[in-house]
């Protein structure tokens, strides 16, 4: 159902991955570099990867479905007279597609989906009610746990987003290896794949 933006995803943890070659090389052959500018770089890649992801299949939900969204997006989602004046103008059914698109991006640009309260909205979007319910014996992590998980990697992509991973605690940057990378690459590609098996 997804699949040019499973595409695009892939895309984007291909990109990543040649980011952990790089980071790989520069710890096996350059000790004297410090790795950790692009391993932050890359781990908050991933979430917005995912971010992304869950944009695209949101509004190309919105576009096939109409208009036919939840009341909790509807309060804030409303199409002005004159992007409606033109979608009813225009003959070519892609085009007036494309008009309602751009507007609805341009909607859903101020919402971030990487939060687990905030991918059940979307997900509610796909009639899929308790998502986590759902998802947590596909992967065989409790619903819980597998929110636990994903908070705890969108807090860490905030924290190096917002605060360059600055931990005035101890006054120096948090550690980050590539294996902290991998785990959370590996996690959200899960997720997608859950994803994409129940829309």
Known sequence: ?????????????????????????????????????????????????????????????????????SPDLTNDFDVNLSDVKKILNEPDINSRQEILRAHVRKRLEKYSFQAPSTIDFVMNQFAIKNFWSKASPIINIKSEDLKNM?????????????????????????????????????FIIKLVGIIEQLT
């Open 1 to 69: 159902m997804n699949m040019i933006r499973k595409k695009i995803f892939e895309r984007n943890i291909n990109m990543i991955n040649d980011g952990l070659l790089i980071c790989s090389y520069i710890e096996d052959n350059a000790k004297n570099l410090d790795a950790g500018v692009l391993l932050r770089s890359l781990f908050s890649m991933i979430l917005s990867a995912f971010d992304t992801y869950l944009h695209g299949i949101l509004e190309d939900n919105i576009i096939s479905n109409t208009f036919d969204i």
């Open 150 to 186: 994903l908070a705890l990697y969108v807090r860490r992509r905030n924290k190096i987003s917002h605060e360059s991973d600055w931990n005035p605690a101890i006054m120096a940057y948090d550690n980050i290896s590539i294996k902290d990378v991998e785990e959370c690459r590996d």
